[in-house]
């Protein structure tokens, strides 16, 4: 079962990933979690630090290479695991980035996208623009402003993609979120009402 976990910065992507793969191993289950990074944080630290930023076309060409090699790689393994697979980003996140620079969707990520398998469920996390950004500038990694962050959520609604993701709510705590996230899966498996008793205690996953 293919999972994939969507958001802007600060949402709490990769905590929910591995919490989910956590809580499934502890139960017993086969889990994988697979990121798919982009390199946008390491290209935006080294930018500040020497006072160089890539014009946006040029960032997005490296960041789709990065994100698309990434992303074909994780798909491989995801077919060769026979348990639960939860993908941090995707291509959907390039092609809103795109959106939110203004850039066109073009043509080759659209591709890899109808060629890939298609994810049992995309999770979006849902969180506002204001406490995305206090939780960007508590862990101090990277820079987003707030208005990037207000852009890229709008940008992320607006790509034809988003019209099947999941929304799941993601200013709880990570516990609360951990539950939801849960549940949503169980939900996917069509399995919630015979294996979920104790939301985040257990992530089935079909056999």
């Known amino acids: 079962m293919l999972i994939v976990l969507t958001g802007i910065d600060g949402s709490g992507k ?4 591995r919490s989910v793969v956590a809580a499934a191993r502890s139960a017993g289950e086969d ?4 990121s798919n990074y982009a390199g ?18 040029l960032a997005d060409a490296v ?14 393994r995801a077919h060769r695991h026979p348990g639960l697979v939860i993908m941090d980003r995707h291509l959907y ?15 080759v990520l659209p591709f890899i996208l109808e060629k890939l398998p298609e994810p049992d469920l995309v999770v979006h996390l849902v969180i506002t623009p204001e406490q995305a950004h206090q939780r960007v500038l508590a862990r101090g990694t990277d820079a987003e402003t707030l208005e990037e962050l207000d852009s890229f959520r709008a940008a992320y609604r607006a790509i034809p993609e988003y019209a ?3 929304e799941l709510a993601a ?8 539950a939801k996230l849960t549940l949503a899966i169980a939900d996917a498996a ?3 009402d015979a294996t979920v008793r104790d939301a985040g205690c257990k992530v089935a996953v079909p056999g």
């Open 14 to 17: 990769t905590t929910a990933a």
């Open 31 to 34: 889990a994988l979690l697979l």
């Open 40 to 57: 946008r944080r390491r290209m935006s630290l080294l930018g500040a630090r020497f006072g160089v930023h890539l014009p946006p076309r």
């Open 63 to 76: 960041e789709t290479v990065v994100r698309s090699a990434n992303v074909l790689m994780s798909h491989a």
């Open 93 to 107: 996140c390039q092609l809103a980035l795109r959106h939110a620079r203004q850039l066109p969707r073009g043509r």
């Open 164 to 166: 099947q993701f999941t």
């Open 171 to 178: 200013d709880g705590t990570p516990d609360e979120v951990l």
């Open 190 to 192: 069509g399995v919630r």
